[in-house]
């Protein structure tokens, strides 16, 4: 069954497997079936108070910015605050990653699986790696930046940034500068011939294609 009250604002359905209801922007409740078959409940009066029931892992209570955990919200499985931002913890699986940050989002740190690891002081300094995948770090953002990506791939990519002044991208054949980003702007590839130019951004802008055929 489905009811809307003074639409779109008040939406209710339901059926065997799941239901829900809202008014937004004030109210929700949902109720769905777990992957075991067992009834989970959550729901919120926002901004302030949010919660859920039925199995004893999914049971939660938040009173924001107070304190309070959350479960499965946004891209985390838990996360827990005391007087948000002055304390928060997450935690997202897989790859058990569990972080932690004070006066969010100035300063950070945090740790997982397989050697992932990252801390910062915004805008000072930061660094997050995860071995074989990338490695970044930023000096006084958003001035300097610098990042390897892609490295459980076979085209790893290096780049870095002195912004707006200058940066520069190398991955495999591929390259790309940038001047007064993003006013210029250019790029190559050895491999295929293929060349583009940017400059000034959105203005102008032409383009090669591998066989030498140019567009603007």
């Known amino acids: 069954s489905e009811t809307d009250v003074l639409w779109p604002l008040g939406h209710f359905r339901s059926d065997l497997e799941e239901s829900y209801g809202r008014f937004f922007p004030f109210w929700w409740w949902a109720r769905h079936t777990n992957e075991n078959g067992e009834s989970e409940t959550d729901w919120s009066v926002f901004p302030l108070l949010f919660g859920g029931g039925g199995t ?70 930061g660094h997050s790696e995860y071995p074989g995948h990338y490695d970044r770090k930023f000096v006084m953002w958003p001035f300097w930046h610098s990042e390897r990506n892609y490295l459980d791939t076979g085209s790893p990519s290096d780049e870095w940034m002195f912004w707006p002044f200058y940066g520069e991208v190398e991955r495999g054949a591929t390259h790309a500068r940038s001047i007064l980003w993003p006013l210029f702007g250019w790029n190559w590839n050895d491999e295929t011939g293929y060349s583009g130019w940017d400059g000034p951004w959105p203005l102008v802008k032409f383009i090669r294609n591998g066989s030498g055929t140019p567009y603007s």
Do not use: C, M
């Open 56 to 125: 004893h892992e999914h049971r939660y209570f938040a009173f924001f910015p107070f304190f309070g955990t959350l479960r499965d919200f946004f891209t985390y499985d838990e996360i827990n605050f005391i007087l948000f931002p002055i304390f928060a913890s997450t935690v997202k699986n897989p790859g058990n990653q569990k972080s932690y940050a004070i006066l969010f989002p100035f300063t950070g740190w945090g740790s997982g699986d397989e050697g992932w690891t990252w801390w910062r002081v915004w805008p000072f300094y």
